[in-house]
């Protein structure tokens, strides 16, 4: 099946034709590892977590190589140090581990190669020498700046004039640069900053050639894939394609460019009270919404378009995860990824038309169809028990654990068994007042929450 996804490069959908189709290449801009992410950063993990899974799919397990980085030197992180007191690599190890966390507990697999710019630094310091060299770069105060005129395909991927483009990026105007837009590749550190020294001094990389480096060291000269949120189009993109071709003899650095759009969190009067300013995926947790309810939601809309976050569609996403779990509980069909679903994420990953496809086999019964390409999406992934007994961290602390509901099912069996009905319904109500339902069966009593 061809798999066709809109490039933002040519702007219309493209066919994915891998460059090599036993080792498809996909990298996605990472985090800046300085705080703790919102659910609006997950959105991209979530769709190239999905995208991943499809390319797995289609071109098999071990044919995907899929890199996302850490941006783990910036000046966000140098200033949170300041502000805290807290050494740059506890800020950055604790973030990227908050990260990993809350991103797998949305369902997101890690990707197969992690890339740290720390650790990366060599291969810029290479590629920024490599672009000196070729006319593309200079050095100047301690600085090394892109010539962006040197490369006259800039602005094709963002298509903007150049006059609006330098007012967008808004350049430090700098007695050292050439020419307005040029931007920064090479900066010096004072004594107190991180640095690496370099043929330029002692300093650090700027943001965009990090990306660039990492790319071609972890994936190679050109990559199938490359992807991002919309925001970095302009200018980190941009950057990262003109040092590529610059450093690259012209090679392009990806075949096709992905950009995902935000989520809409609304005007506070907009939102409704309880999703308030819950905005990590902790606090949206511990509020009662389960990792694969936040999941579904956020792969509700279409990944190019914005997304309204509201409470409304939280319970929405709830209620169809109820549901579907709730048909196979007890049932364990053979899962199979259904063909009119994956032409649906096949045609530039349409995640709606994925759901409405679930629904679809949810309401004809094709329990095994259900299973398996839900799986696709990284949803249905527990087992329905487990599914109907989660609750949030805090609530499970405070309310019934499950030995305690065991034992009082226990006790109610054993008065229906000596037809004590009236204990037995005061044990049913009882636990139905702290939440939890019982259900009776033929092979006994199971629970769930409510
Ligand atoms: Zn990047």
Known sequence: MTIRLYNTL??????????????????????????????????PAVVFDVLRRLLRHEYGADHVVYARNITDIDDRIIAESAATGMPIDAITARTEQWYLDDMGALGVEPPD???????????????????IGRGHAYAAEGHVLFDVPSFAGYGRLSRRPMDEMIAGARVEVAPYKRNPGDFVLWKPSTAAQP???????????????????????????????????????????????AQSACAHDGAPLAQIWMHNGFLNMGTAEKMSKSLGNIQTIPELQAAGWHGEVLRL?????????PLEWTTTLLEQSKQALDKWYGLLRGAHPDAWVADGFRSALSDDLNTPEAIFELNKYSSRGQLGYLQGSARMLGLLRLEPQEWFKWAPQSAANDCLDETRINAAIADRTAARAAKNWAESDRIRDELAAAGIILEDGPGGTTWRRA
């Open 10 to 43: 040519t702007r219309q959908k493209d066919a994915l034709t891998p460059l090599n189709p036993e080792r498809v290449t996909m990298y996605v801009c990472g985090p800046t590892v300085y705080s703790r992410a919102h659910i609006g950063n997950a959105r």
């Open 113 to 131: 190669i992690a890339p740290h710019a720390t650790t990366s630094i060599p291969a810029m310091i290479a590629m920024i020498g490599t672009l």
């Open 195 to 241: 640095g690496w020294d370099s043929p330029w001094g002692r300093g650090r990389p700027g943001w965009h050639i990090e990306c660039s480096a990492m790319i071609a060291e972890s994936l190679g000269t050109t990559i199938d894939i490359h992807g991002g949120g919309q925001d970095l189009q302009f200018p980190h993109h941009e950057n990262e394609l």
């Open 297 to 305: 939601a956020l792969l509700s809309a279409h990944y190019r378009k």
